[in-house]
């Protein structure tokens, strides 16, 4: 299984453990209160909706990915969704871990 498979096998897990947030909405909020630990948005989301929340990840310091399309994230929770955010710091970094990138 490569990592990517096992990246998205981690969100339905987090969703299940309800550590993971998906909608835009409800990630926006997540983020605005500090409680968003990662964040996922997906490569063929649309450009504003990218725009909009790099610039949200960024002004409030948070992690963000741009690697899975919607998708692939819609199949790893079970809803159609292009935007989720892990809330647990755990998680988020296992994410990273399996990217074989830096810590959050």
Do not use: W
């Amino acid at each position: 299984m490569s990592p990517e498979e096992k990246q998205l096998q981690l969100l339905g897990l987090a969703l299940r453990a309800s550590r993971l947030i998906t909608g835009e909405e409800m990630t926006i909020r997540s983020i605005q209160k500090n409680e968003a630990k990662l964040v996922l948005v997906a490569s063929d989301a649309s450009k504003n909706t990218k725009e909009k929340m790099i610039n949200k990840c960024q002004f409030y310091k948070i992690p963000i990915s741009t690697e899975h399309t919607s998708d692939e994230i819609s199949q790893a929770v079970g809803k159609s969704r292009s935007i989720c955010a892990f809330t647990d710091k755990g998680f988020a970094e296992s994410y990273y871990k399996l990217k074989g990138t830096r810590k959050i």
